[in-house]
């Protein structure tokens, strides 16, 4: 079956660690997205990535970093430069994002917490 | 700037009865996409439907139907016959964006409203 998987489900982080969250696609999707949602309240995003080797910054990036070397794959790397990374992590895909009717396709998300 | 302004942060429910979620945007596009998503406590995105800008018809799936007022810029999702499982987060969201855009069209989500069904 095609769709997205993140892994893992549960990721801790002791301090001045990074930690990279997995995230694949076999939808074939061009586009792939990072999101991060705190308790109660909607997504904010990271960053995304429109085609391969190439990603732009989202509206909270500070103390993230991405790669996209394959059109699979979309890892997220929490920095120990982000202070407060305990959150739920949503990664997201979809066809060409130039495009307003596609919807993005979601994995189940990665809940990151400090030990 | 774009915007989804959803104003209910909790509803309830009787199972079975109808029910009703609001969303307004502001967007200054002409061409733009409007999604209800499903986010029940174990977290992952479920997609709903989606309603374009152009199309003239309110959008249906299944027990799901959108009521969009373009002039109000509102697209409210209404979920008939509730069942228990319908219990979870709805977000609703936005996505510009014409062909031939060159700049990343952002997708927007709105804050969220926690749908309970109650037997």
């Known amino acids: 079956d095609g769709g997205i998987t993140q892994s893992p489900k549960y990721l801790f982080r002791k301090e001045g660690q990074n930690v990279t969250l997995s995230c694949e696609q076999n939808?074939?999707?061009?586009?792939m997205y990072w999101y991060r949602q705190d308790p109660g309240q909607g997504l904010r995003l990271i960053y995304y990535?429109?085609?391969?080797?190439?990603?732009q910054k989202g509206d909270i990036a500070e103390g993230y970093s991405v790669s996209r070397e394959k059109k699979e794959s979309f890892p997220l790397t929490v920095t120990s430069a982000q202070k407060n990374p305990t959150a739920f992590y949503l990664c997201?895909?979809?066809?060409?994002?130039?495009?307003?009717?596609?919807?993005?396709?979601f994995g189940d998300g990665t809940r990151l917490s400090i030990l | 700037a774009q915007k989804i302004t959803q104003t209910q942060p909790g509803m309830f429910v009787q199972e079975k009865e109808a029910v009703t979620l609001d969303c307004t945007y502001d967007?200054?596009?002409?061409?733009?996409?409007l999604f209800w998503y499903k986010q029940p406590s174990s977290g992952e995105m479920i997609f709903l439907i989606y309603?374009?800008?152009?199309?003239?018809q309110n959008a249906t799936e299944g027990r799901y139907s959108l009521n969009f007022q373009k002039a109000r810029k509102s697209a409210n999702l209404v979920i008939s016959a509730s069942q228990l499982g319908d219990s979870a987060m709805y977000f609703c969201?936005?996505?510009?964006?014409?062909?031939?855009?060159?700049?990343?069209?952002?997708?927007?989500f709105g804050p969220g409203t926690s749908l309970s069904v109650i037997p």
């Open positions: 997201a895909s979809s066809f060409d994002s130039s495009y307003s009717n596609q919807p993005q396709h």
């Open positions: 939808l074939n999707h061009d586009a």
């Open positions: 990535s429109q085609i391969v080797n190439d990603f």
């Open positions: 967007t200054s596009d002409q061409s733009y996409g």
């Open positions: 309603q374009g800008s152009y199309d003239e």
């Open positions: 969201a936005m996505r510009e964006g014409p062909v031939m855009k060159t700049s990343y069209d952002k997708v927007i």
